[in-house]
């Protein structure tokens, strides 16, 4: 299944994504959560519900008139681990990591997957990280690496827009990484069934058209399993919380001379199978 959350002045309603469609499914059923965070939570008791809703489909919406927001309005914990792939740590100037490095991207960066993107007042060093996201659907801690997937809810797109030089301004990543709007996913979870291996899907971001960013989740050093595994060791991990896994090559600090993001840039990051993010780089107002 992919699930949605869409919606705009009036409130946000979750809806099943069918193809071009979208079958309203809190519209159809105000019994349900309308909060993709308490849906997760309750998946257990109400997915034959909703696969019920999505079956006999009695009312669709076209996805084109739809404002579709981040999946997850304000995700518990936004975790991100730097460096994951080979070829990006090397594009860096970094030694390819023997240990997972994560850092925190605020809730406040969250954003939708064709909403604005801010250019921020204070820099002009502005990048793109296409990444798998992974959505934590059941609460575990001390996980072991066998079981991690089983506490993966679904996987979308998502984009670690990175403020560079203010990322590497001291030793703590986190300011550089959680400038608003910053953190752009979605555009639908789709849900973990649909998804057989994690680590077999192809990854691109595109900049304006330009191809710049083209692997496979294989590349990762550190698999979605081992991440969970090594996270829940520290922490409980609770439905809604979100994982960006890391970015392959091709960014733009490891260009000469970088092509960094301005205003007016379209970015796109596209995983096969979970659809793709469209947003547009613009001052911040
Ligand atoms: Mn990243």
Same mark, same amino acid.
């Given at each position: !299944?992919?699930?949605?959350?869409?919606?705009?002045?009036?409130?946000?309603? $979750?809806?099943?994504?069918?193809?071009?469609?979208?079958?309203?499914?809190?519209?159809?059923?105000?019994?349900?959560?309308? &909060?993709?965070?308490?849906?997760?939570?309750?998946?257990?008791?109400?997915?034959?519900?909703?696969? &019920?809703?999505? #079956?006999?489909?009695?009312?669709? $919406?076209?996805?084109?008139?739809?404002?579709?927001?981040?999946?997850?309005?304000?995700?518990?914990?936004? $975790?991100?681990?730097?460096?994951?792939?080979?070829?990006?740590?090397?594009?860096?100037?970094?030694?390819?990591? &023997?240990? @997972?490095?994560?850092?925190?991207? +605020?809730?406040?960066?969250?954003?939708?997957?064709?909403?604005?993107?801010?250019?921020?007042?204070?820099?002009? +060093?502005?990048?793109?990280?296409?990444?798998?996201?992974?959505?934590?659907?059941?609460?575990?801690?001390?996980?072991?690496?066998?079981?991690?997937?089983?506490?993966?809810?679904?996987?979308?797109?998502?984009?670690?827009?990175?403020?560079?030089? =203010?990322?590497?301004?001291?030793? +703590? =990543?986190?300011?550089?990484?959680?400038?608003?709007?910053?953190?752009?996913?979605?555009?639908?979870?789709?849900?973990?069934?649909?998804?057989?291996?994690? +680590?077999?899907? #192809?990854?691109?971001?595109?900049?304006?058209?330009?191809?710049? @960013?083209?692997?496979?989740?294989?590349?990762?050093?550190?698999?979605?399993? &081992?991440?969970? #595994?090594?996270?829940? @060791?520290?922490?409980?991990?609770?439905?809604?919380?979100?994982?960006?896994?890391?970015?392959?090559?091709?960014?733009? !600090?490891?260009?000469?001379?970088?092509?960094?993001?301005?205003?007016?840039?379209?970015? /796109?990051?596209?995983?096969?199978?979970?659809?793709?993010?469209?947003?547009? !780089?613009?001052? /911040?107002?």
């Amino acid at each position: !299944m992919k699930l949605a959350t869409y919606g705009g002045a009036f409130g946000t309603d $979750l809806g099943a994504v069918l193809g071009d469609r979208l079958v309203p499914l809190t519209r159809l059923d105000p019994a349900l959560p309308r &909060d993709m965070t308490a849906l997760i939570a309750r998946w257990d008791a109400l997915k034959s519900r909703v696969a &019920d809703l999505v #079956a006999t489909a009695r009312e669709t $919406l076209p996805l084109a008139a739809l404002s579709l927001r981040q999946p997850i309005l304000r995700p518990g914990k936004i $975790l991100a681990l730097g460096k994951n792939y080979a070829a990006h740590a090397r594009e860096t100037g970094a030694e390819v990591p &023997d240990r @997972q490095i994560w850092f925190c991207k +605020q809730p406040t960066a969250a954003n939708g997957p064709y909403d604005p993107v801010d250019i921020p007042r204070v820099s002009d +060093q502005v990048d793109y990280e296409a990444e798998l996201v992974v959505v934590i659907g059941r609460r575990g801690r001390h996980i072991a690496p066998e079981a991690a997937l089983g506490h993966v809810f679904g996987y979308c797109c998502g984009n670690d827009v990175s403020v560079r030089d =203010w990322q590497k301004m001291t030793p +703590q =990543w986190m300011l550089g990484k959680s400038f608003d709007t910053h953190a752009p996913f979605g555009p639908w979870i789709t849900t973990a069934d649909e998804v057989p291996d994690p +680590q077999a899907l #192809a990854i691109a971001c595109r900049v304006n058209g330009e191809t710049r @960013q083209s692997s496979t989740t294989s590349n990762m050093i550190f698999p979605v399993a &081992d991440q969970i #595994a090594l996270l829940s @060791q520290a922490m409980t991990l609770e439905p809604g919380d979100i994982v960006f896994t890391g970015t392959p090559e091709g960014v733009a !600090m490891g260009m000469t001379p970088p092509k960094w993001l301005k205003a007016g840039d379209r970015v /796109e990051v596209e995983i096969a199978g979970l659809g793709a993010l469209d947003n547009t !780089m613009r001052p /911040e107002p």
